[in-house]
Structures are given as structure tokens and as C-alpha cells.
């Protein structure tokens, strides 16, 4: 079946670049998306790309997609503490079912002062 | 708030026990899911509807499972004889495109 995996945890530094990597294994993916999940909170849409995109930039936000590779990262620029969180990132495939998203598990990400 | 609601936001019951969630999605938005998720994991798809039809089912959606929604607006997912299993977070969202998500109801079973 359908398979989303993160790594589990970042660290980074107040100030430096987070990069959050995502591989996937299902080819007939339509759209790629990242949430923000902070404690207490629901999900956050952070961005998304669709599958004939290779990158999509969102103010601080870089998004990459090697749809070769099945490979997606989330680039955070001057990550700052208010961007700990874990993020998600997930896929949906065909336009009938774009609301049926397939989630990793999740990477922490925790940006130290 | 005009941000998808659920309630309640906690419940600790007995196993064995029915609970019954609610979700009141962001008004005219003709889609709504119920996705679980438990520690540690991300989301998982459970079931949506497409105003009061539901079209689609997952198979993590035992029989002790059921989900409604009647009028095409507030969806109301229920179990029944809860198992220490079902302990998890439920989550609604609601789209006419993105989805957006509840802050779930966690459900802890005894």
C-alpha cells in the first residue's frame, strides 16, 4: 500500500534553515502538502505542490519535489521558535479523492535560541 | 469561530462503554472527514462525506464504527463497546478544496 516517511526529529538553531525531507512510494500522487501540528492545536495547512511542479516558494517556505526520486522537503528559512512544531507531510492522489490524505508519521522539529 | 468545531475535546471512558463525537464543520462546506490519529503517528483516513452522503469507508472503520451525517451539515461519529484500541485523537475537517481540520476529540478508553 501507500507508504509516507519522515524522520522523527530536528533540531536547529533560532535564525538558521530547517530542511524536512519526505519520501513516498505512491507514483500516482496528485498533490504533496506539509502541515504544522503545534501541541493542543489541529492541523495547519502550511503549503502544497502539485506533482508536475519541481518547487514552489511560500515566503519563508521552500518546497522541493523530486517526483523521480519521490522525494519532498520543506526548506524553513530564519527558522524562528515559534516554528517548533511537527510537521506532517502527506499525498493524495486522484482529484475524487484529494481530501483522502496518506500522513507520515511526523517530524519534530524543535529550534533552540 | 468560524473554525470546524468538535465536541467534546476530551473523553475518558470505560471499555465496553459508546461515545459519540461531533463535528461542526465551517459553514457551506459541502465535504467532511474523520481522520484518527494516535501518538506518535500521523492522521489516518477514516471516512468523508460529501454533503449528508458518505462515500467512502476505511478499512480501519470497524463495524463498532458509525458515522453520520444528516443533514448535510454537523456530523456525529459514533462507537461502540469502546477498546483501549480506540484510545486516540479524532479528527474532523471540513473543505470545498483544503482541508480544514478540528482540534480533535481525544478519546482515552479505560
Known amino acids: 500500500g501507500e507508504d509516507v516517511e519522515q524522520s522523527l526529529f530536528l533540531s536547529v538553531r533560532e535564525g538558521d534553515s530547517s530542511v524536512i525531507n519526505c519520501t513516498y512510494t505512491?507514483?500516482?500522487?496528485?498533490?504533496l502538502y506539509w502541515y504544522k501540528q503545534e501541541p493542543g492545536a489541529g492541523l495547519q495547512l502550511l503549503t502544497y505542490?502539485?506533482?508536475?511542479?519541481d518547487m514552489k516558494q511560500d515566503q519563508r517556505l521552500t518546497v522541493l519535489l523530486n517526483k523521480k526520486d519521490k522525494h519532498l522537503s520543506l526548506r524553513i528559512a530564519d527558522t524562528q521558535t515559534g516554528d517548533s512544531a511537527i510537521y506532517f507531510c502527506?499525498?493524495?492522489?486522484?482529484?475524487?479523492?484529494?481530501?483522502?490524505?496518506?500522513f507520515g508519521a511526523g517530524t519534530q522539529v524543535v529550534v533552540t535560541p | 469561530d468560524t473554525g470546524v468545531s468538535q465536541n467534546p475535546r476530551h473523553k475518558i471512558t470505560k471499555r465496553g462503554q459508546n461515545v459519540t463525537f461531533r463535528c461542526d464543520p465551517i459553514?457551506?462546506?459541502?465535504?467532511l472527514y474523520w481522520y484518527r490519529q494516535t501518538l506518535g503517528q500521523g492522521p489516518e483516513f477514516l471516512t468523508y462525506?460529501?454533503?449528508?452522503?458518505?462515500?467512502?469507508k476505511s478499512r480501519l472503520l470497524s463495524d463498532r464504527f458509525s458515522a453520520e451525517r444528516p443533514k448535510g451539515s454537523f456530523s456525529t461519529l459514533e462507537i461502540q463497546r469502546t477498546e483501549q484500541g480506540d484510545s486516540a485523537m479524532y479528527l474532523c475537517?471540513?473543505?470545498?478544496?483544503?482541508?480544514?481540520f478540528g482540534e480533535g476529540s481525544r478519546l482515552t478508553v479505560l
Open positions: 475537517a471540513s473543505s470545498p478544496g483544503e482541508l480544514f
Open positions: 505512491d507514483s500516482s500522487s496528485t498533490y
Open positions: 505542490i502539485f506533482s508536475n511542479m
Open positions: 502527506a499525498e493524495s492522489g486522484e482529484s475524487d479523492s484529494w481530501g483522502k490524505l496518506q
Open positions: 459553514s457551506e462546506h459541502n465535504r
Open positions: 462525506f460529501q454533503n449528508e452522503a458518505q462515500l467512502e
